[in-house]
C-alpha cells in the first residue's frame, strides 16, 4: 500500500506540469500627470494612472505606476523599457497614460517645450525591442490621435512594422480630452475601466476583444460629451484581439 502510494505521488509530480495550462502574462506602465512642472495643471489624470493600475493588478503582479514629478521624460522612457524588455513572445505589454498631449506626442511632467514631449517614435522604437505579440497603448490626452501621425512624413505606412500595436487613442487629432470637477476619472479612462471590467463584453463569453471595447468606450465617450469627443482606435491588430480575459 505505502509502495502504491509513493508511485501516485511520483506520477502527480511528473504529469502536472504537462496538464497546466501555459498562459501570457501582462507587463504594464501607467503614468499619470495632474501637476506639471511648468505647463497648465489638470485635475483627473493621475487618479486615471492610478486606476487602471488597481485594474490591472487584478491579473497581474508586473505593473509600474509613475505619477507626478516622478513621470519625467528620462523616468517614463527607461520604465518602459525595463518593464517591456522583460515580456516573452506570448505575453501582452501595455503602456497607459493620462495627461496632456500635442500633436504626435505625450507630455511628461518636466515638459517645457514641445522637444521635451515624448514622440510616438519613441514609444514606438522601445515598443518595437519587447518580443511581446500583443502591445497596447491606451492615451487619455488632448489631441492624442495625432500619436497616428508621423510628424516628419506624410504617410502612416513607416509606422506599420512587424509589430502588432494597438493604439486605443482618447480623441481626435483636433479634439481635447474632457474631464471634469464632477467625476473620477477623465470621460475616456471612465468608460475604459468600466469596459475593460466587463462592461464592453457584448457577447458575454467573459472576453474583452479590440471591437468590443471600442465600441462600448466610443458610444460612452461621444455620448457624454456631447459628441466633443471621438476615441480613436488604430494599429495593426485584428478586432477578435482579446484585451481582457476573465475566464
Known amino acids: 500500500m505505502k509502495r502504491l502510494f509513493i508511485i501516485i505521488i511520483i506520477l502527480c509530480c511528473v504529469l502536472s506540469p504537462l496538464s497546466s495550462d501555459a498562459k501570457e502574462d501582462i507587463y504594464v506602465v501607467a503614468v499619470g500627470v495632474s501637476d506639471y512642472k511648468t505647463i497648465a495643471d489638470l485635475l483627473l ?15 497581474t503582479k508586473h505593473v509600474i505606476l509613475i ?32 495627461g496632456h498631449g500635442y500633436q504626435g506626442g505625450i507630455c511628461p511632467y518636466d515638459m517645457s517645450k514641445q522637444s521635451d514631449g515624448i514622440t510616438y517614435q519613441e514609444i514606438r522604437s522601445v515598443l518595437k525591442q519587447s518580443q511581446a505579440k500583443t502591445k497596447i497603448i491606451f492615451a487619455d490626452a488632448c489631441f492624442s490621435g495625432g500619436l497616428r501621425v508621423d510628424s516628419r512624413q506624410n504617410s502612416h505606412s513607416s509606422d506599420n512594422d512587424d509589430s502588432n500595436v494597438l ?55 461621444v455620448e457624454k460629451s456631447e459628441a466633443k ?19
Open 67 to 98: 505619477t507626478g514629478r516622478y513621470a519625467t521624460k528620462e523616468r517614463i522612457l527607461k520604465a518602459l523599457h525595463d518593464q517591456f524588455s522583460r515580456a516573452d513572445e506570448d505575453d501582452m505589454i501595455v503602456f497607459s497614460f493620462s
Open 45 to 59: 489624470p493621475e487618479q486615471d494612472a492610478k486606476d487602471i493600475a488597481e485594474l490591472y493588478k487584478t491579473k
Open 167 to 221: 493604439l486605443f487613442l482618447s480623441s481626435r487629432g483636433g479634439e481635447s480630452s474632457i474631464e471634469s470637477p464632477f467625476m473620477v476619472n477623465g470621460v475616456f479612462t471612465t468608460y475604459l475601466i468600466r469596459g475593460l471590467r466587463g462592461g464592453a463584453d457584448d457577447n458575454l463569453d467573459r472576453m474583452i476583444t479590440a471591437k468590443e471595447l471600442f465600441d462600448f468606450v466610443h458610444q460612452g465617450v
Open 229 to 247: 469627443q471621438h476615441p480613436v482606435m488604430w494599429g495593426n491588430f485584428d478586432d477578435t484581439w482579446v484585451l481582457m480575459d476573465w475566464r
